[in-house]
């Protein structure tokens, strides 16, 4: 904002009657400046909203400068950068924008026969004014970038949560699709072997013998449909809690020998038909509060991180997870496989978010980002990564746990 004491009477009689008689002329000439300068405006804007655009310009900048009000610039400033930051434009045209209005006067003046020492001091005025309002206009442009940035990187972690949690519904409908298809012949079979004692019995022809094998029958096909339905529903079982746990994002209490175990199984989908193992090592039974949902996503993340970028294609990869107890309020969760290891450089990166790999075969680069912020975010932890080439990774994960029964 200019100080009004800053104008001298003479300038400001000078300024007043000169943006009366020539606005249409310094809104015009502005307008050109900023269309002939800004590439990017090309045939991509009618020269009727630029010169709106410029026409708000010269009141915001016509009242801060005459009569210290800077409202209006303000006001222009969180239009002009609003409507901008969710589009594809470019900082140079920005502000090229907010520069019209003192080009616009620059051009006319240049056209009047005026003192030179008073265009000298007018465009000294006009110099600080425009620094002014582009340092504030920066600041505030990058806020709301900076805004767009975070909730654009939120909409595609939520994605990416999603879509981790559509795998596992389609994983674990796949392996739930076995023990059922079993115990449904299991049933079938006894249905049949039911209706032929029936009609053995109905005829007066059913043997000691028949009621034998009919009986043997029945017990196998019991046991196999027992078996496999409880198999079915210990997936479901799993697969119920890690879903409601991702979807959450509750504390809950925990045994997390048995946790863990619940969410290998949910996962199972992941690696079972492939060559790789993966194996949970527990010293203790330990319980207690903690964000279950954040530990599976993570635990999900990593693994299907390791299948997809650590292993060598029909060469069986190990992943070992072991759980062990630092102090009464601290766990240590050790992830390892025995793959091609990164690089110093994969190293370095491997948090950023669209860090990848694997550009153009299914990897999107937010998996480990996702696992850095669930762990510092809502396990309140950290996490250090160890790896070399042809040795494998190592990640560690650090976090407090609760212990009372009421968190």
Request: no cysteine; charged share 25%; hydrophobic share 40%.
């Amino acid at each position: 904002m200019i100080d009004e004491r800053a104008l001298r009477p003479e300038v400001r009689s000078f300024l007043e009657e000169f943006l009366t008689t020539h606005r249409e002329e310094i809104i015009d000439r502005g307008t050109d400046w900023i269309i002939d300068s800004a590439v990017d405006l090309r045939g991509r804007r009618p020269r009727s909203e630029t010169r709106l655009l410029v026409e708000q310009e010269f009141g915001a900048y016509r009242d801060d400068l005459l009569l210290g009000d800077p409202s209006k610039r303000d006001a222009f400033i969180e239009f002009v950068t609003s409507f901008r930051a969710a589009a594809e434009f470019k900082i140079s045209t920005l502000l090229r924008g907010f520069l019209g209005f003192k080009r616009g006067i620059e051009e006319v003046l240049r056209s009047q026969s005026i003192e030179p020492t008073l265009v000298i001091e007018i465009r000294s005025i006009l110099d600080k004014l425009y620094a002014d309002t582009a340092f504030l206009m920066a600041d505030v442009y990058a806020s709301k970038l900076l805004a767009v940035l975070r909730t654009t990187q939120q909409e595609l972690m939520h994605k990416e949560k999603m879509a981790a949690l559509g795998g596992l519904v389609a994983g674990v409908a796949h392996e739930i699709n076995t023990p059922m298809g079993i115990a449904v012949t299991a049933g079938s079979l006894l249905h049949d072997r039911v209706r032929d004692l029936d009609q053995s019995f109905q005829k007066g022809e059913m043997k000691r013998s028949t009621l034998i094998s009919f009986l043997s029958d029945a017990r196998q096909a019991a046991e196999l449909t027992l078996t496999n339905l409880q198999r079915a529903a210990d997936l479901v079982h799993s697969f119920k809690q890690v879903a409601v746990d991702q979807s959450h994002g509750l504390r809950r209490r925990v045994r997390f020998g048995h946790y863990l175990s619940e969410v290998l199984m949910s996962l199972a989908p992941l690696y079972k038909r492939t060559h790789h193992t993966v194996n949970l090592h527990v010293a203790e039974e330990i319980e207690g509060d903690v964000h279950a949902g954040a530990i599976a996503q993570i635990l999900g993340n990593l693994i299907q991180n390791a299948i997809t970028h650590a292993f060598v294609e029909d060469k069986p990869g190990q992943i070992s997870l072991t759980l062990r107890r630092l102090s009464s309020t601290d766990l240590e969760l050790v992830i390892s496989d025995n793959g091609r290891g990164m690089t110093t450089e994969e190293r370095a990166r491997i948090f950023e978010p669209f860090f990848t790999t694997r550009r153009g075969q299914g990897g999107s680069g937010l998996g480990m980002h996702i696992v850095h912020n669930l762990v510092t975010e809502l396990l309140k932890g950290t996490i250090s990564v160890q790896s070399q080439p042809g040795v494998g990774t190592q990640i560690t994960l650090r976090f407090p746990i609760g212990n009372d029964q009421n968190p």
